[in-house]
């Protein structure tokens, strides 16, 4: 067990970034876990899963915007997913941006979508940053603090 966390701690920040590059919520969490133990960095992990969701999610919206006949012929199968998505984002406009960061399944498919609409580039940068920022800081801290306090609790 020991040697699984040593490991963790060696390669959990190249884990974190990949991570986080598709969403990484888990991953976080995990970190967060493990910075309470000791084995990583709290600040760095949130850090690096910060910049990696907000590349992520820009390059996403970049991708779809610069190739929507491309990206149309995927989604073709996620007529669901694409109604509900359009739903969060005509009901709450530019909050989309931050309230994608927390549910699963529609996550990757928010910036893709805006990328393909008309919206505007730079709006969405400056909008993921900060909802990145919040992500990270929220995700990161509470599993950090959560795991302390239940260690506490139990220990």
Do not use: C
Request: glycine share 10%; net charge positive.
């Amino acid at each position: 067990m020991e040697n699984i966390l040593e490991n963790l701690s060696i390669y959990g920040y190249l884990i974190l970034a990949f991570y986080s590059f598709g969403g990484g919520m888990l991953a976080l969490a995990g970190a967060g876990i493990l910075s309470s133990m000791g084995k990583m960095d709290i600040t760095l992990s949130i850090a690096i899963a910060t910049l990696f969701n907000f590349i992520g999610d820009s390059v996403l919206f970049w991708f779809a915007q610069t190739n929507k006949k491309d990206v149309m012929r995927y989604l073709t199968k996620h007529k669901r997913k694409i109604a509900y998505t359009n739903l969060i984002m005509r009901k709450y406009g530019d909050l989309a941006v931050f309230i994608q960061k927390y549910i699963y399944g529609v996550k990757t498919l928010v910036p893709i979508i805006m990328g393909m609409s008309k919206f505007d580039l730079k709006r969405f940068m400056v909008l993921n940053l900060f909802a990145s920022i919040v992500w990270g800081l929220v995700v990161g801290l509470l599993s950090f603090y959560f795991s302390t306090a239940v260690r506490e609790f139990f220990g």
